[in-house]
T-cell receptor, first 113, second 115 residues
Framework: KAGVTQTPRYLIKTRGQQVTLSCSPI?????VSWYQQTPGQGLQFLFE???????NKGNFPGRFSGRQFSNSRSEMNVSTLELGDSALYLC????????????FGSGTQLSVL | AQSVTQLGSHVSVSEGALVLLRCNYS??????LFWYVQYPNQGLQLLLK??????LVKGINGFEAEFKKSETSFHLTKPSAHMSDAAEYFC?????????????FGAGTRLFVKA
């Protein structure tokens, strides 16, 4: 069974640009969560999608948005990039049940210059 | 609201020594607790999870964690550290919300293992 796939692996953008990151979950998983990881900040929860609906949202500005398609693949978009958006963005999938572990992709490393 | 606190952003041990990584949780309901590990340039992978079936949980690579409700703790231990254990470790709690569940992570503890 293929794991969680995130593309691209690395991205370099400049301030003011926008970026779209992609995540393909494990087959059969309907829940996709996104996290931002920066040194010293740990993993900050961005949002979670389940069956194409945003079910949970973290405390990030509206520049951060996402969506999920009918095949459970998810995209995350960041508009008007700022230097502080430089981070590793991790996607995780699961069935969406209660006491359940997350399966993580390797992440997209975004650098904003 | 549920949250986790990891004490110590960095822990250094000698190879063969005991590993102890601390995690305290805050939860208004019985918690679902996890430990994940992240190796350089990789995503996170599960070490172990608390299922309420037993307070002492055994995970992969010789790690285990003990759930102590009275102390609201879920500390991670390994009797003898190996060089390959050098990584970042995250304690997490799974919390209900939005009609579903979200996993909230601690800030992480980076483990260094000295030869």
């Amino acid at each position: 069974k293929a794991g969680v796939t995130q593309t691209p692996r690395y991205l370099i953008k400049t301030r003011g640009q926008q970026v779209t990151l992609s995540c393909s979950p494990i087959s059969g998983h309907r829940s996709v969560s996104w996290y931002q990881q920066t040194p010293g900040q740990g993993l900050q929860f961005l949002f979670e999608y389940f069956s194409e609906t945003q079910r949970n949202k973290g405390n990030f500005p509206g520049r951060f948005s996402g969506r999920q398609f009918s095949n459970s693949r998810s995209e995350m978009n960041v508009s008007t990039l700022e230097l502080g958006d430089s981070a590793l963005y991790l996607c995780a999938s699961s069935l969406g049940q209660e006491n359940e572990k997350l399966f993580f992709g390797s992440g997209t490393q975004l650098s904003v210059l | 609201a549920q949250s986790v606190t990891q004490l110590g952003s960095h822990v250094s041990v000698s190879e063969g020594a005991l590993v102890l990584l601390r995690c305290n949780y805050s939860s208004s309901v019985p918690p679902y607790l996890f430990w994940y590990v992240q190796y350089p340039n990789q995503g996170l992978q599960l070490l172990l999870k608390y299922t309420s079936a037993a307070t002492l949980v055994k995970g992969i690579n010789g790690f285990e964690a003990e759930f102590k409700k009275s102390e609201t703790s879920f500390h991670l231990t390994k009797p003898s550290a190996h060089m390959s254990d050098a990584a970042e470790y995250f304690c997490a709690v799974r919390a209900p919300g939005g009609g579903g569940f979200k996993t909230i992570f601690g800030a992480g503890t980076r483990l260094f293992v000295k030869a």
